[in-house]
Each structure stands twice: as structure tokens, then as C-alpha cells.
Antibody
């Protein structure tokens, strides 16, 4: 069955960068978009951005523009999320999660984020 | 930027119906999804495209979306339904989540 396995917990200093990986298995990697979503302690889910593993195109939330980069390696079915200039408020659990998005006659049909990774805890401190 | 608003908490008695709302400007013109998240776990998709249930999700979960409000309805709530529920929609090419609602079954 489809599975997303993320890299392990990270502890970083303020101002540093972090790169989290997400390895997909059990499905055709290029046929599902991949989201990155984070959740700060005791807070709700925050959408960070999305990558199309087929062509590598990305869309990021305005809030993180300039600090976030999403990439993919099709040879290993892995997506990466790098966040730079870390601040204490970036402390959170980071999730990768896939979604099928199909365009038909100019309309996008979203099939929901149906598989989530286990989450990666990133702690930022001075 | 686009915002989705949910009530922080909703309570329901076992066997009764719980309704969780998600409000956003012209949300009815977009597709809404709903996610259940139990403590310490990754979210689980329970509704997509406003009212579609993924395989394995019980029939007691249903959804609707019209005007400015999407609603997740849990009919005959069970103790196992106690969790946080998050709505999500797309605004152009940007995803947006609501703030989440804690459902208490007591």
C-alpha cells in the first residue's frame, strides 16, 4: 500500500537551515502531487506548499516565500523540503502528504490528501 | 490572503449528531476537504470534494458545502470520533486550512 516515510527529528539553531526528506513507496511517484504541511505545538495545520513530482513545478504559501524550497528526485521517489533562516516559530511537526489533482476542461479536481507521512519534528532554538 | 474559520470546539453526546462548520468567502465555489486528527497521530482524510467519502470511512461521516460555509456532519457520534477536525480548501494555487475544531464526545 502507499506509504510516505520521512527523515528523523532535527534540532537546529536560529538562522540555520533544515532539509526534510519524504520517500514514497507503493504507488507511481509521479502521478500524485506532494504537499508539505506543518503543525506547531498545540496549533492547527498550516499549508506550506506543494510540488508536482512529474515536472517539479512548485507553489508556496506567501508567508514562506524566499525561505522555502521543495525539490524531488524521481530516481528514488523522494521529495525534499528545505527551510532556511530558521526562527523559533518554525518549531513544529512537518508532514509530507500526497494528493491526486486532475485538470478537466479548465477545472482542477482535488481528491483529498489521502496519504500522510509520519511527521518530522523540527525544533529551533537559540 | 484567503482564510477559513472553524469553531474551536464542539461537544456532542454519544449517538447524537455533531456538525462542524468551516467558513470562508464564497467557499461554496471551491472544493472542501475534511481531516480527522487524533492526538499524536497524522491526519486522516474523511471527506473530499465537499461530500465524498474515501473508502474505509464510515457512512456516519458526511459533508456539504454551500454559500460561505462547508459543514462536516457526524451522525450517531461514537467515542472513537473524539478528535481534532480540520477543513481545507484551495484558493487559486494555494492551499488553506482552517484553524481546527476539537470534537468532544461526552
Amino acid at each position: 500500500q502507499a506509504q510516505l516515510v520521512q527523515s528523523g527529528a532535527e534540532v537546529k539553531k536560529t538562522g540555520a537551515s533544515v532539509k526534510v526528506s519524504c520517500k514514497a513507496s507503493g504507488y507511481t511517484f509521479t502521478t500524485y502531487y506532494m504537499h508539505w504541511v506543518r503543525q506547531a505545538p498545540g496549533q492547527g495545520l498550516e499549508w506550506m506548499g506543494i510540488i508536482n513530482p512529474s515536472g517539479g513545478s512548485t507553489s508556496y504559501t506567501q508567508k514562506l516565500q524566499g525561505r522555502i524550497t521543495m525539490t524531488r528526485a524521481t530516481s528514488t521517489s523522494t521529495v525534499y523540503m528545505e527551510l532556511s533562516s530558521l526562527r523559533s516559530e518554525d518549531t513544529a511537526v512537518y508532514y509530507c502528504a500526497r494528493e491526486s489533482i486532475v485538470s478537466k476542461r479548465g477545472t482542477n479536481y482535488y481528491y483529498g490528501i489521502d496519504v500522510w507521512g509520519q511527521g518530522t519534528t523540527v525544533t529551533v532554538s537559540s | 490572503s484567503y482564510e477559513l474559520t472553524q469553531p474551536p470546539s464542539v461537544s456532542v453526546s454519544p449517538g447524537q449528531t455533531a456538525s462542524i462548520t468551516c467558513s470562508g468567502e464564497n467557499l461554496g465555489d471551491k472544493f472542501a476537504s475534511w481531516y480527522q486528527q487524533k492526538s499524536g497521530q497524522s491526519p486522516v482524510l474523511v471527506i473530499y470534494q465537499n461530500n465524498m467519502r474515501p473508502s474505509g470511512i464510515p457512512e456516519r461521516f458526511s459533508g456539504s458545502n454551500s454559500g460561505n460555509t462547508a459543514t462536516l456532519t457526524i451522525s450517531g457520534a461514537q467515542a472513537t470520533d473524539e478528535a481534532d477536525y480540520h477543513c481545507q480548501a484551495w484558493d487559486t494555487s494555494t492551499g488553506v486550512f482552517g484553524g481546527g475544531t476539537k470534537l468532544t464526545v461526552l
